[in-house]
């Protein structure tokens, strides 16, 4: 397998519709809404005999470092990896606040939705990799959370706006790594929807902070520019919410 994946099929269309088959025909009309593109996609690849989702490698799906950690991989695989990294962390919070009982009303209503779109994003890469590179899927990591992460409203919108930030600089990094053009226009309709989320979740901690118009440090800058953060920074931060020791050395390097 190269570093550049060659994703079967030569144009975007037949390149993306293969890989929301692991997501079931049930679980597409849950999700559906997602995001434009996503569901387009989705509702193009699901059919009712869609097998269940491929479960990742283990314990075998990664190699390790000489430190114990878990290489994401290099080329197009790390980059993909390493989006199938965050996106499983986001799935995993939006899903346990939205089985929580402390936010209510429109508030858990929107947790609920965006919990949909993390798993979406989540399955997108999973079955990305597992079709165009068998055996580099990304294991499933196990996330965790300082204490209090979930009792109080604060600390839940705390954590969704780091998160959302986090991804939307990830994403913009990462960008420029991708060399197949397929998987870039999916990078492309992804962080535009994390960029919604990031978003609203600003606007509920303090209405009319959605943008926070040159503040480069944590959002839009002077240019009107989001925060580009490298895949190395971007898994400095994300490593205290995951419990396996995460090497993006590689993340887009070609051999």
């Known amino acids: 397998m190269s570093d550049n994946l060659q994703p079967r099929g030569s144009d975007d269309a037949t390149f993306a519709q293969p890989l929301y088959t692991p ?8 999700y559906a809404g997602a995001t434009a593109g996503a569901s387009a996609l ?3 690849g699901c059919s009712k005999d869609s097998p269940d989702p491929v479960k990742p490698n283990l314990p075998n799906g990664n190699s390790t470092t000489a430190d114990g950690s878990i290489s994401l991989g290099s080329g197009d695989v790390g980059v993909l990896n390493y989006a199938y990294a965050l996106e499983q962390l986001e799935a995993d919070f939006y899903a346990k606040v939205a089985a929580g009982s402390v936010l209510s009303g429109a508030e858990l209503a929107y947790f609920q939705q965006v ?3 993390e798993a979406i994003h989540r399955d997108f890469f999973k079955a990305a990799i597992t079709r165009d590179a068998p055996g580099q899927t990304l294991r ?3 996330p965790k959370y300082p204490t209090g992460t ?3 409203r604060t600390s839940i919108l705390a954590t969704a706006k780091a998160f959302e ?3 939307v600089s990830a994403y913009n990094g990462a960008g420029k790594l ?3 053009a397929a998987y870039l226009v999916i990078a492309g309709q992804i962080v535009s929807v994390e960029a919604r989320h990031a978003a609203y979740i600003r606007d509920l901690i303090a209405p009319g902070t959605f943008a926070e118009d040159g503040n480069a440090a944590t959002s839009v800058n002077a240019q009107g ?3 580009v953060m490298t895949p190395t920074a971007v898994l400095a931060t994300a490593q205290a919410f995951i419990t396996e020791k995460l090497d993006g050395s590689s993340i887009g390097v070609n051999a």
């Open 23 to 30: 997501i079931k025909r049930r679980s597409f009309f849950m």
């Open 150 to 152: 979930f009792d109080t």
């Open 115 to 117: 919990a949909k779109h």
């Open 178 to 180: 991708i060399k197949n």
């Open 42 to 44: 989705v509702l193009a």
């Open 165 to 167: 930030d986090l991804g």
């Open 140 to 142: 499933g990591l196990t």
């Open 225 to 227: 520019l989001d925060l």
